[in-house]
């Protein structure tokens, strides 16, 4: 059985992943020192940490929603326990480094 959700999920977050690199092409130059940032650098940072989050957000929930199509009832539980405290790990650490990062530690 195709499940579509989980498979544009997928295809989705695969896109997004794919195009982050060429950003880096597009990616205008950054300002001189002492300069404000021209107004197509600050879309262009924008667009690529949105598209990078967004693509974090995509595939947690993508593979999410992977774990529910096992069909063996066991094997589901325990890969949605372990996929749960892998998910729950990272938002620890993401929260802990945030927060480290914006006192500037």
């Known amino acids: 059985r195709l499940n579509y959700p989980h498979a544009l999920l997928g295809m989705t977050t695969m896109c997004i992943g ?3 690199p ?20 600050f879309v ?12 974090i957000g995509l595939g947690i929930c993508t593979v999410g929603i992977g774990t529910t199509l096992l069909q ?9 326990i372990v996929y749960g405290a892998c998910v ?10 945030l927060s480290v990062e914006s006192r500037g530690l």
């Open 18 to 20: 794919l195009i982050q």
């Open 22 to 41: 060429l950003n880096a092409i597009v990616r205008p130059h950054g300002p001189e020192e002492g300069k404000p940032k021209s107004t197509l650098r």
């Open 44 to 55: 262009w940072e924008i667009t690529h940490k949105g598209l990078g989050w967004l693509g």
């Open 72 to 80: 063996d009832k066991v094997h589901r539980k325990v890969f949605q």
């Open 88 to 97: 729950g790990s990272f938002l620890c650490f993401l929260v802990i480094f």
